[in-house]
């Protein structure tokens, strides 16, 4: 089996090596805070001082980590994976960055002939915990074939998308319409009630048809409920967004929807609530209607 | 059982009449053109002259129309549905109008001592053909509960909401979250377009996680193929847009993304692409995007 690295041991890459740690795999592991490191060393893990050391005991190097300055730091910079690096090697980064980190890791990492892939995920700490994430990936074919018995062990749903890039390019999607979804829930929720119309009603009607959608479902209920204990913050969510727009911005396509969402998003966190789970949008639709929140 | 008259021969119209039939029902008809009358009648329907004559020989009338002044004419207006009505009968609009009209319909018809419901469907064509569709019901409960069984013969997913203009909203609920959702698909898929990325791949990763909808599976199909034969025209959705929109002033509530939505339809509209299935707002995004659509 593969030795593996695993940089970045937050809310999603803890429980993931820990089910790699499970499926049987030697694991190397950094963190720029101790925060989890005692615990995956109880379970087997060997706790390293810098990303380049991880990159020297391991031959898979995984990173998950927040956003692209963090990966391209941690891969390029000083100390990085590439300095610990050989031929042969593969580094595959889960986090969630912008397509042309990706793109711009892959030909640094190409030319000293280590393979990779831009892998990020989507499910939550829920389906990290539990191994059934969607991982949507990019790169050469030789490189995923190799990586699948490794993403096995953290994910469900993985689909090879297209070349280097291309799972980043999925993982922006994915969040448009993540995004959108919940705004027209909230929009369509908030109506309703401002109608004076049982939401509970509208969203079990809705679920029947073609309005029908996980995000309808389960954020449904936790804007009709009012609970917004994350889940996924809308700190991180607006942090994809930017992404999302910064990858429209890149190919010319004005994303009108996002742009539009990703500032209501701006005005939730202005209001405090970036911590709430992304379903709190409705408060936004809710305040601006003058509906006492307490009134829910 | 009860003798059913039956307003409004349209698309969704004439297969609901087939169904009451097929059920067992008398039903007489009366529609402004000519153009579903014939097979109906050889199906066992009567065709009358007028609503109000509709209203003298049947229990309970049925109206699917257009629009809030349609409906608005044939049940209250000259020679309507109301002139021949008398105390005990029931009247159900099973078209999309505005929810204050609806609540004028249900307030005007019990001063008769006619019972009224509100009861728009969703499930398009194929669903009227098959009796499956979703109603969504406004009204009293004892109208409901004599209503059951002649929706029964249309539909298979019956909620009843709650008082007069329920169904309304609802319905309303369900344009807002149908159009956005399209939207969402719409501007993903082109992101993935214009960054070089398989849609059909990004289609098939999405439906694995949260991003899944059922608009997602069948819309953003026909935007992968091209196929934009209707199904639900932009025409219509836009009519049930502005219904949304006129829903969202009468209570102060701005609906932000339903405007934005509306507007990119309104351009379609303008480009000569009302006739085609809502999905085709991916165009506009093509368009703007300045790829070819025949790239596709």
Do not use: W
């Not at 018995?149 to 999607?173: D, E, R, W």
Request: net charge negative; proline share 3%; with cysteine.
């Amino acid at each position: 089996m593969e030795r593996i690295g695993f940089i970045g041991l937050g809310i999603m890459g803890k429980p993931m090596t820990q089910n790699l740690l499970r499926a049987g795999h030697s694991v190397v592991v950094f963190n720029r805070s101790p925060g989890a490191i005692a615990a995956l060393v109880s379970e087997g893990a060997i706790a390293l001082s810098s990303p380049k050391q991880v990159a020297q005991h391991a031959d898979v190097v995984i990173t998950c980590l927040p956003d692209s300055a963090d990966v391209e730091a941690v891969v390029l910079g000083d100390d990085g994976v590439i300095e610990g690096a050989r031929a042969g090697m593969m580094v595959i980064d889960m986090s969630t960055i912008a397509p042309t980190t990706a793109r711009k890791l892959y030909d640094t990492l190409s030319e000293n002939g280590i393979q990779a892939l831009d892998a990020p995920v989507s499910g939550g700490e829920i389906g990290a915990q539990q191994g059934t994430l969607s991982i949507m990936v990019g790169g050469d074919d030789a490189a995923f074939q190799r990586a699948l018995p490794i993403l096995q062990a953290m994910g469900s749903n993985i689909v090879h998308i297209g070349v280097a890039g291309a799972g980043q390019v999925t993982k922006a999607c994915n969040q448009i319409v993540v995004a959108l979804t919940v705004q027209a829930v909230a929009e369509a929720l908030t109506l309703a009630k401002k109608s004076g119309v049982d939401g509970a009603k509208v969203r079990e009607a809705l679920l029947g048809g073609f309005a029908q959608s996980r995000v309808l479902e389960v954020h449904g209920k936790r804007m009709l409920e009012g609970k917004f204990n994350p889940g996924f913050t809308l700190d991180l969510h607006r942090k994809d967004m930017n992404i999302v727009l910064q990858t429209g911005r890149d190919v010319n396509l004005p994303l009108l929807g996002s742009s539009q969402v990703t500032s209501l998003m701006n005005a939730l966190i202005a209001q405090g609530k970036g911590g709430l789970d992304n379903a709190a949008l409705v408060s936004l639709y809710e305040m601006l209607g003058g509906l006492d929140a307490n009134e829910r």
